[in-house]
């Protein structure tokens, strides 16, 4: 069964401190691995979609990385605008799942001024 | 692009009232489309698959007469709660992925159901 585990649930930074948000995980046969940017009361916002090790991506202060048993998103200069709880998930290669994403329960991040 | 939208944005009923969530993508075509269901403080847990003209394959656990699904065409799905009950008070969020392209999956912006 897909297991996925992000930590720390909560992260608290000052604005321009910057940090790294973990997010392990086990798969049967990884087809992906997405970061999402959940803000309260709304629906996941996408950022980032990994497919294998080694594998990064960025946009703007955010940075993922891949390797075979887990994902960091690194958070550079964080703004209090970033203030949001960030989703890992993923999609593994058994089709008869419809491709679903199995999600962890987030980080909980917060950057005050 | 890539955007899904959800109506109504929530909803408040009775108890042992029927309530229909609708999910539509709005600048592209989804096979498949994906509903979720969050509790506070919780992460997202799906409920079902649903594929355009066919039936909705459920997650264990998830009552299929209690949370109809219908995906009537590639921009529509709908998630009907019948006979609901205060315990399905929760925050429902549909996905869909783009039909013919990568797997990511486009968040709705969810619906936050109350039952009295």
């Known amino acids: 069964e897909d297991q996925v585990t992000q930590s720390p649930e909560a992260l608290r930074l000052q604005e321009g401190e910057s940090s790294s948000l973990n997010c392990s995980y086990t798969v049967s046969g990884l087809r992906g691995l997405f970061w999402y940017r959940q803000d309260p009361g709304k629906g996941p916002e996408f950022l980032f979609t990994l497919y294998s090790a080694g594998e990064e991506k960025e946009k703007e202060r955010l940075k993922a990385t891949l390797t075979k048993k887990e994902s960091f998103l690194h958070i550079t200069a964080p703004k209090p605008e970033d203030s949001a709880t960030y989703l890992c998930?993923?999609?593994?290669?058994?089709?008869?799942?419809?491709?679903?994403?199995?999600f962890g329960k987030g980080t909980s991040l917060l950057v005050t001024p | 692009g890539a955007v899904v939208s959800q109506h109504p944005s929530w909803v408040i009923c009775k108890s042992g009232t029927s309530v229909k969530i609708e999910c539509r993508s709005l600048?592209?075509?989804?096979?498949?489309m994906f509903w979720y269901r969050q509790f506070p403080k919780q992460s997202l847990m799906l409920m079902a698959t649903?594929?355009?003209?066919?039936?909705?394959?459920?997650e264990q656990g998830v009552e299929k007469d209690k949370f109809l699904i219908n995906h009537a065409s590639l921009t529509l799905s709908t998630l009907t709660v019948t006979s609901a009950h205060p315990e399905d008070s929760s925050f429902y969020i549909c996905s869909a992925d783009v039909s013919g392209s990568t797997d990511t999956q486009y968040f709705g912006p969810g619906t936050r159901l109350t039952v009295l």
């Open positions: 600048d592209f075509q989804a096979t498949t």
């Open positions: 998930a993923v999609q593994g290669s058994d089709s008869n799942s419809g491709y679903a994403l199995n």
């Open positions: 649903s594929n355009e003209g066919s039936k909705a394959t459920y």
